[in-house]
């Protein structure tokens, strides 16, 4: 029934560019079967779920965490300096 279909989000970004796809799952769907169903790991070969932490509006969270409509899944990307370590440079010049 489509009374029984939320509306979610998942989104990535890269330095250069951002994706936020809208899906529409069952109630009750994980935040890793909203990954699967975007398709942005076929768009995003690097994305590995394995190793890289996913969140929902910022906040972590497990990806068998169950969705609420108008959710955004987030997939994070590794950081490649730690910000406090880049604002001390930034200081520093």
Known sequence: MADDLIAVEV???MPDRQVLIPISL????TAKQAI???GILREFLEIDLSQQKVGIFGQICNLDKNLSAED??????PL?????DARRG???K
């Open 11 to 13: 989104a990535y970004a």
């Open 26 to 29: 069952p109630a009750n769907s």
């Open 36 to 38: 699967e169903v975007s």
């Open 72 to 77: 955004r899944v987030e997939i994070y990307r």
């Open 80 to 84: 490649k300096q730690n910000p406090m």
């Open 90 to 92: 930034r200081l520093q």
